[in-house]
C-alpha cells in the first residue's frame, strides 16, 4: 500500500528557500521513482519533479523551476526531497508526492505509478 507523507511548507519571503520531504511507507520505496507535483488555488495539479529509484536521474517539468529546485533522495530513510531555492510568488501552491513510472532510470512525470497521494504541504512565498 502506497503511502506518502508531505511535510516543509511554510511562509517564505521571495528569494528565500524550503526544502520539502516526502517520506514513503508501505512499499518498496527504494524500487520507485518518485515526484513532486504542486496545485495553486484554481489550477490543475502540474508536475514539478521526480527522481529516479537510484537517485542518480532526475528531471524538472518546467524552465522556470530548473536551475532553482532540485531533487534528492535518501533511500535508506524512504524518504525524497525537494530544495527549493530563489522562490518566487508563482511558486505558492499545495507541492503533493507520488511514485512515478520510470523506465531505464528515467524517471515520467505523465505516468503514476499509484492514485495515493500525501496530504500535500502549503508553500506561500510572499513578502
Known amino acids: 500500500q502506497f503511502q506518502f507523507a508531505d511535510s516543509g511548507g511554510g511562509l517564505v519571503q521571495p528569494g528565500g528557500s524550503l526544502k520539502l520531504s516526502c517520506a514513503a511507507s508501505g512499499f518498496s520505496a527504494d524500487k520507485y521513482a518518485i515526484g513532486w507535483f504542486r496545485q495553486a488555488p484554481g489550477k ?67 505516468a503514476l505509478r499509484t492514485d495515493s497521494w500525501g496530504q500535500g504541504t502549503q508553500v506561500t512565498v510572499s513578502s
Open 44 to 110: 490543475e495539479r502540474e508536475g514539478v519533479s521526480c527522481i529516479s529509484s537510484s537517485g542518480r536521474n532526475t528531471w524538472y517539468a518546467a524552465d522556470s523551476v530548473k536551475g532553482r529546485f532540485t531533487m534528492s533522495r535518501d533511500n535508506a530513510k524512504n524518504t525524497a526531497f525537494l530544495h527549493m531555492n530563489n522562490l518566487k510568488p508563482e511558486d505558492s501552491a499545495v507541492y503533493f508526492c507520488t511514485a512515478v513510472r520510470q523506465l531505464d532510470e528515467q524517471c515520467d512525470l505523465r
